[in-house]
């Protein structure tokens, strides 16, 4: 079918507004299979979806509460791991603050959804049609939120303690960093068999290979990044953040913010031959 003979169905008027600009996002949970509310069951005993950020390292995290019915939830394996879950938040400077009251035994009671940033290729918008008029919003950034499972490696570690008879806390400390070369062997000691004596002169030369060694050096110096931002990481406090579910009177008001209230009419000022240069792959 040929062009002419497409048939315009409607002409929609277009708005451009940024009265939410930076702070609308794209909040993506490829893992979730329902909305994200909280469960009845934990609705009814009075708990609520959570959340908190860390602005310098633009981390989120979501806090929903389990699904505490007796068909669906273990309580008394709850315990062990909300122990393991209290023991790497101390370890990894995560606790939260007022979490748990003094002498009160940790339990595993929420789902925490942890964000990671997503690079957006080009500019997302926001569109949302009402009254035949189409109208836009610029987002900031996307995020993928998917469960944090770090305590079920401090309670592996605590079982494998537990088997190897090893009551201790610590462990076997951080893994060896593959760039670097590997320690050199003790030597074990020998009786040296009585006899002559002779003296022997060793030399330990480094090997001048410059391009294994600028490989290592670069390798290592990517890890120590690594680690230097999970640390920065761990060192910056949670700000705690206030969720508003879909249907209360606080997420309708910020809805409403996304449409334009302004009839001036947008200039463009670029041509088309400036556009489809800055389109990739053309």
């Given at each position: ?12 008027p277009?708005?451009y507004s ?10 993506q949970f ?14 009814l ?7 908190r950020?860390?602005?310098q ?11 505490t019915?007796?068909?669906?939830w273990?309580a ?11 023991e ?8 939260p ?13 929420e ?10 290729k ?25 469960p944090t499972l770090?305590y079920?490696d ?5 079982n ?13 400390g951080p ?9 050199a062997?003790?030597?074990?000691k ?12 060793v ?7 410059k391009?294994?060694?600028q ?7 990517v890890?120590?990044?690594?680690l ?11 700000q ?11 997420s309708g008001?910020?809805f409403e ?9 947008l200039e ?9 240069k800055?389109?990739q792959?053309l």
């Open positions: 079918m040929e062009d002419s003979d497409d048939e315009i169905v409607s002409v929609l277009i708005h940024t009265g939410h600009s930076p702070d609308i996002q794209i909040h490829p893992l979730l299979t329902r909305p994200l509310q909280a469960p009845p069951s934990a609705v005993s009075g708990k609520r979806i959570t959340a950020m860390k602005p390292v633009r981390r989120l995290e979501v806090h929903v509460p389990a699904d019915r007796p068909e669906v273990n008394e394996r709850t315990k062990e791991l909300g122990a393991a879950r209290a790497d938040d101390r370890e990894k400077n995560q606790e603050k007022g979490k748990e009251r003094d002498g009160e035994e940790p339990r595993l009671s789902i925490r959804m942890q964000s990671e940033e997503v690079p957006q080009g500019t997302y918008m926001l569109g949302v049609v009402r009254d035949g008029h189409l109208h836009l919003h610029p987002i900031s950034r996307t995020h993928q939120f998917r770090t079920l401090m309670l592996s570690r605590k494998k303690r537990i088997r190897t008879g090893d009551d201790s806390d610590s462990d076997d893994p060896p960093d593959p760039d670097e070369p590997a320690p062997p003790l030597a074990k020998e009786k040296k068999p009585t006899g002559e004596t002779r003296e022997v002169q030399t330990a030369r480094k090997a001048d290979d391009a294994g060694g490989l290592q050096g670069g390798l290592s110096v890890r120590r990044e690594m230097q931002a999970i640390r920065s990481e761990e060192d910056e406090d949670w705690d953040l206030q969720f508003y579910d879909v249907m209360t009177a606080e008001g910020s913010g996304v449409f334009s209230q302004s009839d001036d009419v463009c000022k670029t041509d088309i031959t400036t556009f489809l800055e389109i792959g």
